[in-house]
């Protein structure tokens, strides 16, 4: 199959590291995969660019591919306008089996560009959002209008997408966000990062990584281990991530219950990552990011950390609706209780990191994912040619 990924963005984000690897299997599995992107508008390492030679892709960047196209960002018009003259050709030249859309923007132009060409390809749609896409105007015109198949992940996602826009079942598939669970970073020996994060010895080490927004309720987290200050003494909080609200959502809350010497903020990690999940006894996940994959929870799964997540979206789907890990409703209250249950808990604790890693290499298996994507892909250019 000839495919065209459209993807309109430049950044290096959340959906955009799966997105790649599916791609990349897809290739080397003898399928010819073009990936469309944008390019920054600043000089920056924290682009698709600078990472998308290691995907032996065949790229394509003529195309402005803006970031987003809003009645008020009047700049991107012109971009718009320059990729709709360019897309419908430039399919009808290459051949393309099919077209691969991720965002809403990518979805309009790839959407109009494939309806306007000679070729026509279907068009099938990745459904990346936290809580699926929002039954606004402009989603029900790109289901109903420029949408051949969809692709999503999880039950509750398919059963939004039937519910909000009538979208036909058979046209659509579930498939688990991915791992590569090959990776060395799975199976290597790690490094010791507590005397790095000036961990007490006996220190029960829960931890979390996130963009800390405000919707990400780390503040409920946060008070939790203020419920447990005196239960247990040695708990301690490392949070992995950075966010421009980080001062509302995560420092203010230490400070309001005096955890200065409770709570760890670790920064983004990079080269340590991995090493520093590991240094965590258990790992905590209360919402999504806006991808909604949980690619954190899945890693730390891999891993084989024991992991209490919340019970909203599709998290108790990714631990196996409780037999991989502990669901709660996430209250302060009920997050202190759970946690402190996995401290006192070694064999439970010990159980649920096991069961965890063994859902982890089940479930979220990238060639998995790709052998369903392919039969999913060759089912809609069947129904397409019908």
């Known amino acids: 199959m000839k495919i065209l990924n459209l993807y309109s963005d430049w950044k290096w984000t959340g959906p955009i590291e799966p997105i790649l690897n599916l791609a990349k299997i897809l290739s080397s599995q003898g399928h010819e995969i073009t990936f469309a992107y944008g390019l920054p508008p600043y000089e920056t390492d924290r682009c698709i660019h600078a990472y998308i030679d290691r995907y032996q892709l065949i790229t394509e960047t003529r195309f402005r591919l ?65 809580d699926s896409l929002h039954p606004s105007f402009s989603n029900k015109l790109l289901l109903t209008r420029f949408t051949d198949g969809l692709i999503t992940f999880s039950q509750r996602s398919m059963t939004l997408l039937r519910e909000r826009f009538g979208f036909p079942l058979a046209r659509m598939v579930i498939v688990n966000p991915a791992l590569d669970l090959n990776l060395p970073d799975f199976h290597r020996p790690y490094r010791e990062m507590r005397t790095a994060f000036g961990l007490p010895e006996k220190a029960f080490v829960i931890g979390n990584v996130a963009r800390f927004q405000k919707y990400r309720g780390t503040e409920r987290l946060i008070q939790a281990v203020h419920l447990l200050r005196d239960r247990l003494p040695h708990l301690r909080l490392l949070l992995v991530g ?70 909203r979206g599709m998290l108790p789907e990714l631990i196996g609706e409780g037999t991989a890990g502990i669901m709660v409703e996430d209250t302060p209250e009920n997050l202190s209780e759970a946690i402190y249950q996995m401290a006192a808990d070694p064999a439970k604790r010990h159980a649920l990191g096991e069961a965890a890693k063994a859902h982890a290499e089940q479930a979220f298996r990238l060639d998995q994912q790709v052998r369903i994507v392919v039969s999913f892909y060759q089912k809609i250019l069947a129904m397409h040619k019908a």
């Open 66 to 130: 803006s970031h987003v196209l809003k009645w008020n960002n009047w700049s991107a018009i012109p971009g718009a306008f320059h990729d709709l003259r360019s897309l419908p050709s430039f399919i009808d030249a290459q051949q393309f089996d099919l077209i691969q859309v991720h965002r809403s923007h990518d979805h309009f132009l790839g959407g109009l560009a494939s309806r306007v060409s000679r070729k026509a390809p279907p068009v099938i749609r990745m459904d990346h959002k936290r």
């Open 242 to 311: 950075r966010s421009g609200e980080i001062k509302e959502s995560v420092e203010a809350p230490i400070r309001h219950f005096h955890l200065e010497d409770r709570v760890i903020l670790a920064g983004y990690r990079v080269d340590d990552y991995f090493d520093t999940l590991a240094t965590m006894d258990c790992f905590v996940f209360l919402t999504p990011g806006s991808d909604g994959t949980a690619r954190a929870l899945r890693e730390a799964m891999a891993l084989g950390l024991p992991v209490i997540v919340a019970k």
